[in-house]
């Protein structure tokens, strides 16, 4: 029986290795995907002592079943008696590591770092950093390369001498581009002074993005010494990439080292970016300059913002590049919050009517749109001169989606100036928009009117926006008719039944004899959607009759959305 029971407890490895050693693939690949169920049946000891040795000297397959086992290993902590005897899954997965088909060697590291974390400190030190340490120095690529994923997760964890031995291992091996790319991508501890690369462009950019994420790891008192001069070289870089990728970068970095050294060594770097010979980093570093002035120390914000970065400001608001320009516009009305009344009035105000007459239309935009972070400041009031004309020259603009961009602004801006001051400026200009030759403009126009019935309330409108509204249902072009129509639509439920009835629906009726059958169908149309406004009564008396003259029209539209209205207004 005790015989029987030794064959028995053989079962489950015998198994596998009969698997592991068929021809089929499908059946190698199951037989790894069972392995936890193996391993339990063999018990700990025998997992340790058994199993992995085996699967150690046996890897050699499919990628796919590698791939498989590479995967398996990382959850085996349990199944080998937990994280005192986890350095027994160390050699497996070492050797997957080396292989040649990177998902393979890319999943070992996955598992690796995963069981690093069940090491204590000095099993770390005597088992993980001498494999680490191997793979660095290997042969080939493949394991060098697997090194790079690796350092991260054991390098805080051990004693200073043991991340110097580390430290040096770097310096004295040759990393290809292909490996110092994934230094900088993976290595977010290891770095030192000492260690030099010799970089192509697209790797230093890599080491900015690295750069940034080790500078948030790092203790303050190793920022200086460790990583701002490659951030600071890199922002002198002789790449325009390089500088722009610190420029994009640059807000993120400032909060990772903090106010102190963003007041030592970020203020410059971010003026000479400022003043980049390249426009594609200007417009980087410009779109920062709200963020970066946010971001100083209290205390001596001002001054650095007045000494340091408002001149560069002032040559980037007449740059030669539109984007550089366009960039800025969309920033710079957040200084004013930053630096007060006084300040604005005297050094922002000017920049922001010179970028207001700006050629580049983004760039008036730009600023239109920010308009209320001055008005919070110093009163729309200041700007309104020059305003107008720039608005005046937006809404006119030959192409039709800046129009329809000022368009989209005006709510805003209205609210800003206020009734008087719209009445008298901007009135015309709105209304103006409702005959435009683009469509797309005719109804952003319509849309506009709602707001700004909603903005001003339903007595303004009826004494100054419904009579020119409704006079344009005599206008000789059709479309123009129909504009009268779509803009009773949106704007009956927000006047109210009173004026919706007594002024709007007269003209709508009057509408339905139209010679164009475009207009009687959208009469139809317009009946329906305002009926719910309406009172039974003028349902009845006056709506129903027109509603079933039409019904008969000889139009097919006409008649369809006729009878559609009856319907829905329950009139038959």
């Not at 050693?21 to 499908?26: I, K």
């Not at 050699?60 to 498989?68: F, K, P, R, S």
């Not at 999943?107 to 069940?118: D, F, G, N, W, Y």
């Not at 001596?300 to 984007?323: A, F």
Request: proline residues 4%; hydrophobic residues 45%.
């Amino acid at each position: 029986m005790a015989g029987a029971e030794g064959d028995d407890s053989l079962y489950p490895i015998a198994v596998l290795i009969d698997e592991l050693r068929n021809e089929d693939v499908q059946l190698r690949l199951n037989s790894i995907k069972k392995l936890s169920t193996i391993a339990l049946a063999l018990g700990v000891e025998r997992t340790r002592t058994e199993l992995l040795p085996f699967l150690t000297d046996t890897i050699y397959d499919e990628d796919e079943v590698l791939l498989a086992l590479a995967e398996q290993l990382g959850s085996f902590t349990v199944l080998v008696g937990g994280p005192e005897f986890v350095n027994c899954l160390l050699p497996p997965l070492e050797s997957l590591a080396t292989v040649e088909e990177t998902v393979v060697r890319d999943k070992a590291v996955e598992s690796l770092r995963k069981i690093s974390q069940e090491h204590s400190p000095v099993d770390l030190e005597v088992h993980f950093v001498p494999l680490v340490k191997r793979l660095a120095s290997g042969d080939w690529f493949t394991s060098r390369t697997s090194a790079c994923g690796l350092f991260s997760v054991c390098y805080p964890r051990v004693s200073s001498t043991v991340k110097a031995e580390i430290r040096h291992s770097f310096r004295n091996n040759d990393f290809t581009p292909s490996l110092q790319r994934n230094i900088k991508l993976r290595c977010s501890y290891v770095i030192d002074p000492g260690i030099s690369f010799s970089l192509q462009d697209s790797v230093r950019l890599l080491a900015v993005e690295a750069g940034v994420s080790i500078a948030t790891l790092l203790p303050q008192e190793d920022l200086e010494a460790l990583v701002m001069p490659t951030l600071l070289q890199a922002a002198d870089d002789k790449s325009w990439r390089v500088r722009y990728m610190v420029a994009d970068k640059f807000s993120e970095l400032q909060k990772a080292v903090g106010p102190e050294i963003t007041k030592t060594d970020l203020v410059p770097a971010f003026q000479n970016l400022l003043k980049d010979c390249e426009a594609e980093v200007r417009t980087a570093a410009a779109n920062k300059v709200k963020v970066f002035c946010e971001n100083l120390l209290e205390d001596s914000r001002e001054t650095i913002i007045m000494t340091h970065i408002l001149p560069c400001v002032k040559e980037l608001v007449s740059d030669t590049n539109q984007h550089v320009k366009s960039a800025l516009a969309s920033v710079i009305m957040g200084l004013s919050t930053i630096l007060g009344k006084d300040n604005t009035v005297k050094h922002l105000l000017p920049l922001f009517l010179v970028q207001l007459k700006d050629e580049c239309p983004e760039v008036r935009l730009n600023i239109i749109s920010n308009l209320d972070c001055v008005n919070e400041v110093i009163g729309i009031r200041q700007l309104s001169q020059s305003l107008l004309p720039a608005i005046v020259e937006l809404a006119e603009d030959a192409k039709w989606r800046v129009r329809l961009a000022i368009i989209e602004y005006m709510p805003l801006l209205a609210g800003q100036l206020g009734v008087e001051f719209f009445d008298e400026k901007l009135n015309s200009l709105c209304m103006a928009w409702l005959i435009d030759h683009v469509f797309a403009i005719r109804e952003a126009a319509t849309c506009n009117l709602m707001k700004l019935v909603e903005k001003f309330g339903a007595e303004w409108a009826q004494n100054t926006i419904v009579p020119k509204v409704l006079g344009m249902a005599n206008d000789s072009n059709y479309l123009h008719r129909m504009t009268t129509l779509f803009c009773i639509n949106a704007l009956s439920e927000i006047c109210g039944q009173e004026i919706t009835t007594k002024h709007m629906l007269p003209v709508v009726l009057k509408m339905s004899t139209d010679q164009v059958a475009n207009v009687r169908f959208n009469v139809a149309r317009c009946l329906q959607k305002i009926g719910p406004d309406l009172d039974s009564s003028a349902l009845q008396a006056e709506v129903k009759p027109v509603l079933e003259k039409l019904a008969t029209d000889q139009d097919m539209d006409v008649k369809y959305f006729a009878l559609e209205a009856i319907s829905v207004l329950a009139l038959a």
